[in-house]
């Protein structure tokens, strides 16, 4: 049934392979000339800040950076990063990276305008002013956090990472260039690519869906279904990589509207306990929650099933729904995503946290836009079988 959405996304996309050589002129635009550049080591070694240090230099800029997001970002690093905007006197952010330096780029721009502490402000809608411009340069297929208002961060006191909502956190400027992505390891690219698909399949079934954002993730349901096993097998793979990259936008302005569902909700608490990165704590659910949730909405998941290549025609539609969770199965074996078990080993540790990860799960809010109802009791349940 239709009903009045709102719709948000960037000022600005740069998508596409060689998209990061027109970042310049967008720069200029702004107007600003003291950027932080938001990144970590590895997009130093590989040689991507110097390459993007350089089209600053050329907009004019003098450029101050932060590189020490090192894996997935907590409140420490977004102090530290805050700590460096303001001891250079930066007008602007530019993060590059994965989610990591991205959301961490978020982070220190809220506290920028708005002071405070950045647990303040865990849920939605409660950074009160604009953050400065901000440009994200992402280099996974993976988060669609470059065109979200989203940010993930690590309350390190708590074991939580906390969801920040705020459309005052959509980059300004947002480069999805897959040249940048040939260099990510395929345990990388199955996690990131994963991390993609589950925006994407969630975004196409939760509670919230809506016309704009359906077209959006059910085609990168499709162009992940193509394209991640080949990027993934050969990583200089450019159309591979460029359709991964695709997909991995798509699914970031689906989700950013749609909201993501239960998978998400479920997979944040692992990462904060057990320290599991982003993608693969949701790879490792994907299954599960699709064998318990496909039953709610069988017309969606068998078009699922059509766009990750099944043939459905003809069936019946509880079959034919049933066909995306095989689909969704093999794909997850092909890139050889692992069960929980072999992440992590001590069984007892696991049961004794699931309580905590499965109320954590539901005070995110994510997993009340699933389609098939959950209580905490059931999640601990579905633990228990991704294991
Ligand atoms: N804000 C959002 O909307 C949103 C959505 C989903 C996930 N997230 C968050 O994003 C974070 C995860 O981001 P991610 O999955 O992109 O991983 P990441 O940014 O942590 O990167 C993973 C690893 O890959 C390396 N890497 C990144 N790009 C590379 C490249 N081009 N070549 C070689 N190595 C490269 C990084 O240095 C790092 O070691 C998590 O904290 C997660 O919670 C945010
Ligand atoms: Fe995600």
Same mark, same amino acid.
């Given at each position: 049934m239709m009903r009045a959405v709102e719709f948000r996304m960037p000022q600005v996309l740069l998508q596409g392979p060689g998209s990061l050589a027109l970042m310049g002129k967008e720069v200029k635009r702004l =107007?600003?000339? !003291?950027p932080l550049l938001v990144t970590d080591e590895i997009m130093e070694k590989a040689g991507y800040a110097d390459q993007v240090k350089a089209i600053l230099v050329e907009a004019g800029c003098e450029v101050a950076v932060y590189n020490?997001?090192?894996?997935e970002p907590g409140d420490k690093h977004v102090e530290a990063g805050l700590a460096e905007y303001k001891k250079n006197d930066c007008d602007f952010l530019v993060a590059l990276g994965g989610g990591s330096p991205i959301d961490t780029a978020k982070a220190i721009g809220i506290l920028e305008t708005?002071?405070?502490?950045?647990?303040?402000?865990? =849920?939605?809608? !409660?950074?009160a002013k604009p953050i400065p411009p901000l440009v994200c340069i992402a280099t996974t297929s993976g988060t669609g956090s470059e065109v979200t208002k989203f940010t993930i961060i690590a309350d390190t006191a708590k074991d939580v990472k906390m969801l920040i909502a705020s459309p005052f956190i959509i980059p300004t400027v947002a480069v999805a260039d897959?040249?940048?992505?040939?260099?990510?390891?395929p345990s990388v690219t199955a996690a990131t690519g994963l991390d993609a698909f589950c925006h994407a399949i969630e975004a196409f079934v939760t509670k919230k869906e809506q016309p704009m954002c359906d077209v959006l993730a059910l085609n990168a349901v499709r162009l992940v279904s193509e394209n991640l096993r080949k990027a993934w097998c050969n990583g200089d793979d450019l159309e591979a990589r460029a359709n991964m990259m695709l997909a991995s936008t798509q699914a970031g302005m689906a989700f950013n509207n749609a909201s993501v569902t239960l998978i998400h909700g479920m997979s944040r608490p692992i990462g904060a306990v057990f320290h599991v990165p982003h993608g693969i704590s949701n790879a490792v659910l994907l299954p599960v929650w699709a064998e318990y949730t496909y039953i709610a909405k069988p017309e969606k998941f068998a078009r699922v099933a059509e766009a990750m290549?099944?043939?459905?025609?003809?069936?019946?539609v509880l079959e034919a729904a049933h066909k995306a969770v095989d689909a969704i199965v093999k794909l997850c074996r092909d890139v050889e995503i692992p069960p929980i078990r072999e992440l992590i080993k001590d069984k007892e540790e696991f049961e004794k946290r699931l309580e905590k990860m499965a109320h954590d799960a539901v005070a995110s809010g994510s997993p009340g836009n699933n389609p098939r109802f959950v209580t905490e009791a059931r999640i601990v349940e579905l633990y228990k079988k991704a294991y």
């Open positions: =107007g600003k000339k !003291k020490g997001v090192g894996g708005n002071g405070g502490k950045i647990t303040d402000y865990m =849920g939605a809608d !409660k950074v897959p040249a940048l992505t040939l260099s990510v390891p290549g099944e043939l459905v025609a003809g069936l019946p």
